[in-house]
């Protein structure tokens, strides 16, 4: 935990960017299922990164748990743009800069992340405080603490939501295996 080194220099954000780019793109392919959106709302996470590494704070929680949230609020930003920027999104179809090889391991890290997604739809019949709550202590393994910090809410608050959401799991968990019954493939 600490403050992440100055990211202006350009060897500090690298080691800054190779030491959580998988965990960001691990949190993003669970709840993403297109590489091309996964790949830029990763880019965009770290470049929100170098714009607002002034305002993290350590003693709110780790550098993971931070980076979650950025990442959080970047997906959520997008899905509520996504029927405003159809036609933006139309034009630049033919221009993204990743190659074949790019998008086959994007695919591959997806495809991997199927059963994670699986877990996330059934967390997500849950109210949206408690999901954030599980979300990032279940699936993103940020403790309580991290959590609450990453949501700007009290640790208490998060441990109350916690509980609820494990709660209703359990009283809902044959209705929740129900919402995708197929098998889940394994390699």
């Known amino acids: 935990m600490g403050r992440p080194p100055p990211l202006t220099d350009p060897d500090a954000f690298t080691a800054f960017y190779r030491a959580h780019v998988d965990a960001v793109l691990g949190f993003v392919t669970r709840r993403v299922d297109d590489p091309h959106l996964a790949a830029d709302i990763t880019a965009d996470v770290f470049h929100t990164v170098v714009e607002a590494v002034a305002v993290y704070r350590p003693e709110r929680g780790g550098e993971l748990g931070w980076l979650y949230g950025i990442a959080r609020n970047h997906i ?3 899905a509520r743009r996504r029927a405003r920027e ?6 630049l179809a033919g221009r993204r800069l990743l190659d074949d090889d790019d998008i086959g391991r994007l695919e591959e890290r997806i495809d ?3 059963a994670a997604r699986l877990l996330y739809r059934q ?5 949206e405080p408690e999901r954030a709550v599980v979300e990032l202590v279940a699936v993103d393994g940020l403790t309580v603490a991290e ?3 990453a949501l ?3 640790s208490g608050t998060a441990r109350v939501r916690l509980f609820r959401a ?6 809902t968990h044959e209705a929740a295996l129900a919402l995708d019954p197929r098998p889940v493939e394994t390699s």
């Open 123 to 127: 967390v997500a019949r849950l109210p």
């Open 86 to 91: 159809a036609a933006r999104r139309q034009r």
């Open 152 to 154: 700007g809410i009290r």
């Open 166 to 171: 494990r709660r209703a799991l359990r009283e």
């Open 147 to 149: 959590a609450a910090a």
């Open 112 to 114: 991997a992340a199927h």
């Open 76 to 78: 959520a930003g997008d």
